[in-house]
């Protein structure tokens, strides 16, 4: 029993690790460490509007997280929200804009989430398939 258990978690850390070189290897912005990659919102954002996200989540506040994306090289700060409902910061490398929202709404429920959502996101090449 140990040996399985043993190995359940060394496949669960390397789909961890997976995750986040996925946005790491394509867009060459580094994942907040112990993000854990959201597949259902990103697909919904992927879809909602014609781009290709990664979105993460973390329980770490908002001011923590985007502390760690102020020290990350090649990034450009596009804006930090004010205390308040409408919490968030926004970044740029190239293409590529990252998001960092607490709270954030659930796309498809509609409800106010309150742990902090990292939105990885490049908009799709002209004539790259949008399916």
Do not use: H
Not at 44 to 55: D, G, P, Q, T
Not at 124 to 131: H, I, R, T, V
């Amino acid at each position: 029993m140990k040996c399985r258990t043993m190995i359940v978690l060394a496949v669960t850390v390397v789909a961890l690790a997976a995750a986040a070189l996925v946005a790491e290897d394509k867009f060459g912005v580094k994942v907040y460490e112990g993000a854990k990659l959201d597949k259902d919102t990103s697909a919904r954002l992927s879809e909602a509007f014609s781009v290709e996200a990664f979105c993460y989540r973390t329980s770490d506040s908002l001011e923590k997280v985007v502390a760690f994306y102020k020290k990350q090289p090649g990034l450009e700060s596009m804006g930090e929200g004010k205390k308040g409902a409408n919490e968030g910061a926004m970044f740029k490398k190239g293409d590529v804009d990252i998001t960092i929202q607490n709270p954030w709404m659930d796309m498809t429920t509609g409800q106010l989430t309150k742990d902090t959502l990292i939105s990885i996101v490049k908009q799709k090449a002209n004539g790259e398939n949008q399916e």
